[in-house]
C-alpha cells in the first residue's frame, strides 16, 4: 500500500513537462506562457488623446473661462486612425477624438463639454494644464521591456497585452492529447435499451469534460469489453499520436481485471493506495506512452482525477500556483473514516461575510457508486490517515471544486 502523496507524485512524474509550442492567441487560454514576451512596441505607442475635444497650446487658453472665452480657429480634424497629423500652429486648434494622436505643438486636451463644439472656430471656456487629457508613449509598456514573463497564466488580460504589442501566437506548454478509455463488458451507450445487468457508460463522460476543462485534447473508447484481446487490439492501435492514456476499471481483485490483466508485466505497475474511495491504482509505461490507470467507480474516477490528474496535468503544462483551495471548515455531523486511509468524502461547504471558518456537511454516504451526491457538491472532505472518527462541530480540511 502507498500513500496517497506517493501515488501523487508518481503520476505527476510519468506525465512529465510538456512541451513547449507555439499557438494562436485564441487557443492559449488557460495555458502558461513558456517564453517571456519583449513588447514590439510601446503601449500607447504613441502620445494620443484621452478625451473628445480639442489639442490646444496651454498657455493660449491660460485665461479663458465661461465669462472670457478663448476663441480659435479650427485648422484640422483628428479622428482616431488618422496617420498624417499636421504640426499645431500657435494660437489654432485641432479637434481631436479619443485615441487620436497628439499633433507637435500642442501640449493639452481640452473636452469637448467645455466649448460650444465648433468646427472652424471653436469658443473654449476653461483653462487647461499641460499634459492634461494627454496619454504618453510608453506610460503602460515601454518597447523592448518583457511585458508578460514565462509562468503567466494566460487569461484574457494577459491575451489581450500580447495582442496589443503585436503578437498573434504565444509559446506556451502544449496541451496533451489524452486517450480515455472506460472498460466493462456491462457497459452501454444511449439511445441502446439496457438489459437486466448492464449499466449506462459514464466515467468517459465525465473524464473528458474534466480533461479538456485543463485545455487537453481528448479521445475516447467508451466501453471496451473485460477480455484482455480485445483490449489490447482495441487500445494498442490508438497509442501512437496520444501523450497520455487514462482508463477507467479493470484494475481491483475479481477474476475478470481487463486492465490489470493485459498490461501486467508491460510495463504498468498496480497498486493500492491508501484512500478511500479510489484504492486501487496503476501507472507506467505503455510502448512508451504514459498510462494512468483507475479504478472503475464512478466516484473513485472523479475522486482520482482530483487526486492525481489534475495536479499531474497542471504541472506538467508549467502551473505552479495554487489551483484547488484548501481551507478549514467546521463539520456538521460526526463522520467516521477507515483507518489508514485518506478518505475523500462529497460536501457542501458554506461561508459568511467575516467568518473564520466555513461550515461543512456530507452529501451522501462513502460509497463510490453514488454520483448522484457529488452532483451537489462544491467540495471534497479530506479526513487524514490517522483520523478514525471526525465528531460533529470539529474543524477538518476541505478541497474546494
Ligand atoms: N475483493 C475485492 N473487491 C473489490 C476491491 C477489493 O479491494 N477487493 N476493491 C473495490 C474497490 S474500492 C473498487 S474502486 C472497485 C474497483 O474495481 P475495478 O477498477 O476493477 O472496476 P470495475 O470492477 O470494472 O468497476 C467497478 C464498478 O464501477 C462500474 N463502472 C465501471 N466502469 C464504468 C463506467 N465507465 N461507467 C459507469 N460505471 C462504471 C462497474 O459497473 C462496477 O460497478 O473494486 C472493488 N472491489
Ligand atoms: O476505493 Mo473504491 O475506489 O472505494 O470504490
Ligand atoms: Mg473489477
Redo the contacts with the bound molecule.
Sequence with gaps: MISVDEHRSAVTELVGTRPAVELPLADCAGLVLAKDVHAGVSLPPFDNSAMDGYAVRSVDVAHASEDEPAELPVSEDIPAGRTDIPTLLPGTAHRIMTGAPMPEGADTVVIVERTDGGTDTVRIFTDAAPGAHVRRTGEDVAVGTVALKAGTVLGPAQLGLASAVGLDRLTVHAPPRVLVV???T??VLPPRKLRHGQ??????VMLVAALRALGCEVESV??VA?DVDTFRATIEPRLEGVDLVVT???????AY?V??DALTGAGITFT?VAM?????QGCGRWNGVPVVT?????V??LVSFEAFLRPAILSSLGHTGVDRRHVRARLLETLESPKGKRQFRRGYYTHSEGQVTGVVGPRGGPG??LLAAFTQANCLIVLGEDVTEAPEGSEVDVLLL
Design positions: 472506460s472498460t466493462g456491462e457497459l449499466i449506462y457508460e459514464s466515467n468517459s467508451r466501453s473485460d477507467s476499471g479493470g484494475v481491483s481483485a475479481g481485471e486492465v490489470k493500492k478511500q474511495p479510489g484504492g486501487p483507475l479504478p472503475g467507480n464512478p473513485s474516477v463510490s457508486h
